[in-house]
């Protein structure tokens, strides 16, 4: 499987990591012609703004839909974000995904934060539960969901942080940024 | 398992995320305005830019906290303010107005010579300084969670980043390739913490994420320094002292990102208008440089 990372800005190398870690080919993707030949995509953590910027100077919006009409997409916070219908201010959206997002939902850096989420749809690691350890980094939540997109794991609270929409899924955490695979080999079973 | 706060991995994390990206020192919300528009991944709220400190002398102290929260108002990408080395204080003050990172800088004057802040225990993340590893590494072991060269901060010369980013990079390739029995002496040599060379070695770079700082001035000084293994990039006076910020802004974050494309770096070099007109670093007397402040 050869899937690219866009590659803008952000933290695209822990991605990049975690997938050659699972076997997969990997590809930075900077301009349109990048995505000949892909099979998914992640878009990375990073600062919404700044990516959606590059992107649109690039002539990677329509590219990027088009490419989500076909493929895999995966978005981590910043990569949610762009994914997202809604962002609740004017910048630079994909909008391919039915979620409405509150970026810095939490607030400020100081109210950064790890947590263990429920995620039944992951399997238990090493005996575990079937939880997953998630860092949450001036992180938006998803508001609403609607139409095809669907919840897919939640704090204690109710808010969501995860959603999926047929081959697209949304994290507002950083599962590139932990030891913890599983989140990858979902997104690689999802794009097969 | 409850939620947990200020975390060394969410404080180095927000670093991460500001990877590829080009971090700019703004003055007012205006500037901050214009940076966020040009795709700036962060601000540095100060009240003068590296270069007016260098031409007003005096001393430099932390920004007036009025100041730092019309810039977070202003723009809704991590705002950085800088303390002075050593000077906790300044740092709590920072901390209660809940800056995004906090910079214990020797662009500022220093207000301790022996000493930086112990950075553990604070729940903002802090970004220092570096020359070489061994200050690196020294600064992580105070709880840096972030790296920068300290280059020549206020003009615009990039010599000094580049031999900042050799020196490190060049030292962590050394480390590499020396033998286990030869670790301790060179900890001895550099004067950096034994278990953090022992870390770099094993991970062949830095714990944490390292920036390029001090005196970069164009989207090619940018890209210079991503080709010579920086994170991204810092820029000081640079934007704001040249003829036309935004543009010069928007071209050094493009330049960023395709920093290994000439092609497109000679596209996006054209027509910025005048670059800040800057000082050589070889022409400045000694005791103005400020990359030698930091313990």
Not at chain 1, 81 to 96: T, V
Request: hydrophobic letters at 45%; charged letters at 25%; aromatic letters at 6%.
């Amino acid at each position: 499987m050869k899937v690219g990372i866009l590659a803008l800005q952000g933290d695209f190398i822990e991605h990049q990591a975690m997938l050659l870690r699972l076997g997969a080919e990997t590809v930075e993707v900077r301009l349109p012609q990048h995505l000949d030949g892909l099979d998914a995509l992640i878009i990375p953590g990073g600062e919404s703004t700044t990516i959606g910027k590059l992107a649109e100077t690039y002539g990677l919006m329509e590219p990027l839909r088009q490419f989500g009409e076909q493929h895999a997409i995966w978005g981590t916070c910043a990569g949610a974000i762009f994914l997202s219908k809604d962002a609740r201010r004017p910048q630079p959206l994909l909008g391919i995904m039915d979620i409405m997002v509150m970026r810095n939902a939490f607030g400020r850096q100081v109210d950064s934060f790890e947590v263990d989420l429920d995620t039944p749809f992951l399997p238990a690691s090493n005996g575990h539960q079937k939880t997953f350890h998630a860092v949450f980094i001036r992180a938006p939540l998803i508001e609403s969901v609607w139409g095809s997109a669907r919840s897919l794991a939640a704090l204690p609270n109710g808010r969501i942080v995860a959603a999926r929409q047929g081959r697209l899924l949304a994290t507002s955490f950083h599962p590139e940024l932990t030891g913890d695979d599983r989140f990858h080999r979902y997104f690689l079973e999802m794009a097969k | 398992m409850e939620q947990e706060t200020a975390t060394f991995a969410v404080k180095k994390g927000l670093a991460q995320m500001l990877k590829g990206g080009v971090i700019m020192d703004v003055v007012t919300s205006e500037h901050a305005r214009i940076a966020e528009d040009a795709g700036a991944v962060a601000v540095m709220a100060l009240e003068r830019v590296p270069a007016d400190i260098r031409a007003d002398g005096g001393v430099a102290r932390m920004s007036d906290p009025e100041l730092i929260l019309k810039i977070m108002d202003a723009v809704t990408i991590p705002v950085m303010a800088k303390c002075r080395i050593g000077h906790m204080v300044e740092a709590q003050i920072l901390e209660a107005l809940g800056v995004d990172y906090i910079d214990e800088s020797e662009v500022l004057t220093p207000a301790d010579e022996t000493y930086h802040i112990y950075k553990h225990p604070f729940k903002i993340p802090f970004v220092c300084g570096a020359r070489n590893l061994g200050e690196a590494l020294r600064r992580l072991g105070e709880g840096a969670a972030m790296i920068r060269t300290k280059g020549e901060a206020g003009t615009g010369d990039v010599v000094e980043a580049v031999r900042h980013a050799r020196v490190i990079m060049g030292e962590i390739r050394r480390l590499q390739n020396l033998p286990e029995e030869e670790v301790m002496t060179v900890a001895k040599e550099w004067g950096a913490p034994y278990e953090g060379l022992l870390e770099v070695r094993s991970l062949g770079r830095l714990p944490v994420v390292n920036f390029a700082a001090g005196g970069i001035a164009t989207p090619a000084d940018a890209a210079l320094m991503m080709q010579l293994g920086m994170d991204g990039v810092f820029v000081g006076s640079g934007i704001f002292k040249s003829g036309d910020p935004a543009r010069r802004a928007a071209a050094i974050v493009k330049a960023v990102t395709h920093y290994q494309d000439a092609a497109l770096l000679a596209e996006i070099s054209r027509n910025l208008g005048e670059p800040m007109v800057g000082r050589a670093v070889s022409s400045i007397p000694a005791e103005e440089l400020t990359a030698g402040r930091g313990w």
